[in-house]
């Protein structure tokens, strides 16, 4: 059985980090490709990053430069690195993995991807 556990959401003000994580059972992190997703109530949900299993990555613009995604397949977890936050990028992130999927021409529609997490909350203050 997938699962999909966010952690590492938080209150910041703008200019700091955070690092989310995204801890996989069910799932092998460095097979898969992984994404990070975030939603607003009201809006649909918006790609921020992803990676497939040949390392090869995407971002949204909005974040490139500022975010970061990796993984640590030993631990079987899925990370982003999020810098230099503004009041925008508040929002729930989601993280969702597909086994199937590889391009990375950009960020991934959200139908792409088979398995979702439940969220964890980022808010950044001004």
């Known amino acids: 059985q997938v699962q999909l556990v966010e952690s590492g959401g938080g209150s910041v003000q703008a200019g700091g980090s955070l690092r989310l994580s995204c801890a996989a059972s069910g799932v092998t992190v460095g097979r898969w490709s992984m994404g990070w997703f975030r939603h607003l109530p009201g809006k649909e949900r918006e790609g921020v990053a992803a990676i497939n299993w040949f390392d090869d990555t995407a971002y949204t613009d909005s974040v490139k430069g500022r975010f970061t995604i990796s993984r640590d397949n030993a631990k079987n977890t899925l990370y982003l690195q999020m810098n230099s936050l503004k009041p925008e990028d508040t929002a729930m992130y989601i993280c969702?993995?597909?086994?199937?999927?590889?391009?990375?021409?950009?960020?991934?529609?959200?139908?792409?991807?088979?398995?979702w997490g439940q969220g964890t909350q980022v808010t950044v203050s001004s």
């Open positions: 969702a993995a597909d086994p199937n999927y590889s391009d990375m021409g950009g960020v991934p529609d959200a139908s792409v991807f088979s398995y």
